[in-house]
């Protein structure tokens, strides 16, 4: 079962800006453990797309953004375009479990 | 170019065991954890556990200790995930990833292996 809870699904029109929320507690988000942020295009393995709340790697466009606060975190996806619909995911550490968690999972899709 | 490229696809009937692989390749495989996720079919992403291929070193998520066992050949810079009696409930595709980062606790998953589709059915 996850512990970091995430929309199902986000949509937008191409070019909108659709944001992603994944909310967390005290022995994870809150707990000042980063978060990092994943694309799955469909029938692909996940990508990673933000790594410790606002980094982008290499290759990864800048319509891409990610922020933290308190016991959640945002991707934030701004000109939004066809090629993003797939499903998104955001990933930390649970002290509690002293393990990885991830959301629940949100599918964006491009009207 | 870092990579990781995993073993094909198997078809095995309940009760059956199976060890599916992990070759890293392009950085030095002994300097990073590798870990293992599970994705049922249309679910979500399921931290299964890491290792630790210098000293072989590896953690568990409570919700797979037990039901798997995790190793490492670093002299093949091959990671494995090993069942002794699957169930049809293991019917999923898994993924190994890198883990990169200053610490386990502030660490993230990059790059992904393929992925495998393990398939339990009579």
């Known amino acids: 079962q996850s512990v970091l809870t995430q929309p199902p699904s986000v949509s937008g029109a191409p070019g909108q800006r659709v944001t992603i929320s994944c909310t967390g507690s005290s022995s994870n988000i809150g707990a000042t453990y980063d978060v990092h942020w994943y694309q799955q295009l469909p029938g692909t393995a996940p990508k990673l797309l933000i790594y410790s709340n606002t980094n982008r790697p290499s290759g990864v466009p800048d319509r891409f953004s990610g922020s933290k606060s308190g016991t959640s975190a945002s991707l934030a996806i701004t000109g939004l375009q066809a090629e993003d619909e797939a499903d998104y995911y955001c990933q930390s550490y649970d002290s509690s479990l002293s393990g990885y968690v991830f959301g629940t999972g949100t599918k964006v899709t491009v009207l | 170019e870092v990579q990781l490229v995993q073993s094909g696809a198997e078809v095995k009937k309940p009760g059956e065991s199976l060890k599916i692989s992990c070759k890293g390749s392009?950085?030095?495989?002994?300097?990073?954890?590798i870990g293992w996720v599970r994705q049922m079919p249309g679910k979500g992403l399921e931290w299964m556990g890491i290792i630790y291929p210098r000293d072989s070193d590896t953690r568990y998520s409570p919700s797979f200790q037990g039901q798997v066992s995790i190793s490492a050949d670093k002299s093949i810079s091959t990671a494995y995930l090993q069942w002794s009696s699957l169930k049809a409930s293991d019917t999923a595709m898994y993924y190994c990833?890198?883990?990169?980062?200053?610490?386990?606790?502030?660490?993230?998953?990059?790059?992904w292996g393929q992925g495998m589709l393990v398939t339990v059915s009579s």
């Open positions: 392009g950085y030095s495989f002994t300097n990073y954890w």
């Open positions: 990833a890198r883990l990169s980062g200053s610490g386990i606790a502030w660490s993230w998953f990059d790059p």
